[in-house]
Nanobody, 114 residues
Framework: VQLQASGGGLVQPGGSLRLSCAAA????????MGWYRQAPGKQREFVAD???????NYADSVEGRFTISRDNVRRTVLLQMNDLKPEDTAVYFC?????????WGQGTQVTVSS
């Protein structure tokens, strides 16, 4: 299982970024895919996930600002982040569970600052 996250960067408050996670090594269309984040000095936290049936869940802190989606042909999961705030600054990770084991991507840094 391989997960490769990309798309992070530096953005001003109120700006937007789109993260992408490319997946390989498992039957992507059958798996729930998730995004998590970890800010400096804090525990990793759930951001959003999307099931094989395209049902979505969001953390309260990002509801209405972030949108998760998936492309089963390209085997990617996307996180569109709008109206970014300084408190969204973190390393963002994609995750899946395969054969009862958690797999994480390498993370991509998102920094929201003026």
């Amino acid at each position: 299982v391989q997960l490769q996250a990309s798309g992070g960067g530096l953005v001003q408050p109120g700006g937007s970024l789109r993260l992408s996670c490319a997946a390989a090594g498992f039957n992507f269309r059958l798996n729930t895919m998730g995004w998590y984040r970890q800010a400096p000095g804090k525990q990793r936290e759930f951001v959003a996930d999307i099931t094989s049936g395209h049902s979505t869940n969001y953390a309260d802190s990002v509801e209405g600002r972030f949108t998760i989606s998936r492309d089963n042909v390209r085997r990617t999961v996307l996180l569109q982040m709008n109206d970014l705030k300084p408190e969204d600054t973190a390393v963002y990770f994609c995750k899946t569970v395969y054969r009862d084991r958690d797999y994480w991507g390498q993370g991509t840094q998102v920094t929201v600052s003026s």
